[in-house]
């Protein structure tokens, strides 16, 4: 391996930003922190960023075109490198930051898991008690109506997600839906 290669970009590491940045922008939806009461905290943007991030990541990874798991990498890379850079810039020390972002890819990949069942059995009940407990897990009362508007949404960003072309996301081109409670208010 020659030197250049240490600075050779990763195949899809532009698109994977590029489509990392559109569920950040989707995340940052005022009608997540106001009408459903999700914290407007460090963990409660994490938990629905991760949620829209985790709807990308099903997209990609079941995609039937072979590129599909690479860039569904390159977005979960994307996102970490992301996390740390947020640390670093909150203050954690460097000793810590590799902890603690470890411990946040463990709790995505379980929320992933948990989300992605419901999804694929088309459970909205399941998802809603996944979402339920790990975004208001901090909550004295379980918020279940929030948690079921919060399943539909995410019902819905799957489905919206399913019928984009692979080829518009391997070009970090990604939309995600308007909360179909916002949208009709509008």
């Known amino acids: 391996m020659g ?7 990763k195949p899809h590491e532009r698109a994977g930003f590029e489509l990392y940045g559109a569920a950040v922008a989707a995340a940052r939806t005022p009608w997540f922190y106001g009408s459903l009461g999700i914290p407007d905290t460090l963990d409660g943007r994490f938990d629905v960023v991760g949620l829209h991030v985790a709807l990308l990541i099903r997209r990609l990874r079941t995609d039937p075109d072979p590129r599909g798991a690479a860039l569904a990498q390159a977005v979960f890379d994307a996102m970490f490198a992301d996390m740390d850079i947020n640390l670093r810039e909150m203050g954690a020390g460097d000793m810590s930051i590799g902890k603690r972002v470890k ?24 998802l809603a008690t996944a979402l339920e407990r790990n975004v ?16 539909r949404h995410a019902m819905h960003g799957a489905a919206a997600l399913a019928a984009l072309p ?19 208010a509008a």
């Open 166 to 184: 692979f080829a518009t996301l391997l070009r970090g081109e990604a939309s995600f839906p308007a909360p179909l409670e916002a949208a009709d």
């Open 103 to 126: 411990r946040m890819w463990e709790a995505f990949h379980g929320r992933c898991l948990a989300y992605e069942a419901a999804l694929d059995a088309g459970d909205a009940e399941a």
């Open 3 to 9: 030197l250049l290669a240490l600075f050779r970009r």
């Open 136 to 151: 208001w897990r901090e909550a004295a009362e379980a918020p279940r109506e929030p948690a079921h508007r919060l399943a």
